[in-house]
């Protein structure tokens, strides 16, 4: 793919006047800025070694919020649905608990997962691999709520607009996006208020959230506030601006949605505190982890050893949207292994082992690779 890019190290306001896009500053070969620290600290990634789990705790799944953390009150909350319905709806939590209710569990990562591995880097939230988490989300199924309210039969689209507020690109905005009719109308699209059987925690969109099976996590929108069914496409920023791939600052690009295949490993061994690099010892290693993808169940997964590809056992699924996990015996010599994982999808699709370079640094789904040292 062609690249085009401003090598900048620093974001100012000439940069976010020359591109109005999602990130202020061009992409860069340059050291980490302080901006995007200050990203990673207010967001968090999952630990790897949190893929042994079937299920991931809140507190180690993945956070990104682009603005501050609302502070709601459940006893004053509510929400409206309006635009091209029958009859606008207006809900308290305590309605929406007496709805009937599902449990799906779902994968959900980032857009922006891997951005931080791509060279030159794009500038923004600075996800290495870790930016996912499965979880299992409960609540009201959207088609019901819409069916209730009565979705008129020249609607596209339906837009969820949440509670936080702030300024990106120089545009301030609630944090928006918007589905497809046919997309909003699935089963499995829920409006959660539960994960993993307990309420929703602030940072993941308490008390109502939107969960979509499949897609990058951009479009399970937190803290809903209303759901509007329009009948001409929704042009608001995290839509027309955010979350797009591009070629550069001035490609309009295409949007992105489903998640791409994507398979991670457990690292085996132990850790050095500062620089991550792995140590195990001789002998018989079981190599574990998942993989996922939004675009069809994962049929195969296949694990590296120094470039030679063996395939990997692959366990049941927990659901259709959710991540599989994968295993695979290895007996470690001694001396210097990189290891790697590779997953396909039923679609055909297959993780790249080079990087899929964009503007924004969007769904990078390049292949794993772990250096360990056995001795």
């Known amino acids: 793919m062609k690249q085009t890019y401003t090598n900048q190290q620093s974001a100012g306001p000439a940069a976010a006047a020359e591109s109005p896009a999602a990130h202020t500053a061009g992409p860069t070969t340059g050291p980490i800025t302080r901006e995007e620290l200050q990203l990673g600290a207010r967001n968090h990634s999952m630990p790897l070694e949190a893929l042994r789990r079937d299920v991931t705790p809140p507190g180690l799944h993945y956070v990104l919020t682009h603005f501050d953390i609302p502070d709601i009150d459940e006893s004053s909350w509510h929400l409206r649905i309006s635009g091209a319905v029958n009859m606008a709806i207006e809900l308290t939590m305590a309605a929406l608990r007496r709805d009937p209710v599902i449990t799906v569990p779902v994968t959900l990562e980032c857009a922006g997962n891997g951005r931080s591995l791509l060279d030159p880097r794009p500038v923004s939230q600075p996800w290495l691999l870790e930016g996912v988490g499965t979880a299992h989300w409960t609540g009201v199924p959207l088609a019901y709520l819409l069916g209730k309210a009565g979705v008129h039969p020249h609607a596209v689209e339906v837009v969820f607009t949440g509670v936080d507020e702030g300024v990106q690109g120089g545009v301030p905005h609630r944090y928006a996006r918007s589905l497809p009719i046919h997309e909003a109308l699935r089963p499995d699209v829920v409006l959660a208020y539960a994960m993993n ?120 699924p927990a659901g259709g949207y959710a991540w599989r996990k994968w295993t695979l015996p290895w007996v470690a010599d001694p001396g210097g292994h990189v290891l790697s994982c590779r997953a396909t999808d039923a679609t055909g699709a297959t993780q790249p082992l080079e990087q899929n370079w964009n503007y924004q640094g969007m769904g990078n789904n390049v292949v794993q690779r772990i250096s360990v040292t056995v001795g």
């Not at 929703?200 to 951009?218: A, E, I, K, N, S």
């Not at 809903?224 to 550069?248: D, H, M, N, W």
């Not at 949605?257 to 001789?282: A, C, E, H, Q, Y």
């Open 197 to 316: 059987g307990s309420e929703l925690p602030p940072q993941h969109g308490f008390p109502l959230r939107l969960v979509v099976p499949g897609w990058y996590g951009m479009a399970s929108v937190k803290w809903l506030q209303s759901i509007e069914v329009v009948t001409t496409p929704f042009k608001g920023f995290q839509q027309e601006v955010a979350y797009r791939y591009q070629e550069s600052a001035d490609d309009a690009g295409t949007p992105v949605s489903r998640i791409r295949v994507r398979s991670l490993m457990v690292p085996p061994g132990i850790p050095d505190f500062l620089t991550r690099n792995r140590m195990l010892k001789p002998g018989p290693v079981l190599l574990q982890g998942r993989a996922w993808s939004g675009g069809g169940a994962v049929t195969s997964v296949e694990v590296g050893i120094d470039g030679a590809w063996l395939p990997a056992q692959l366990d049941k």
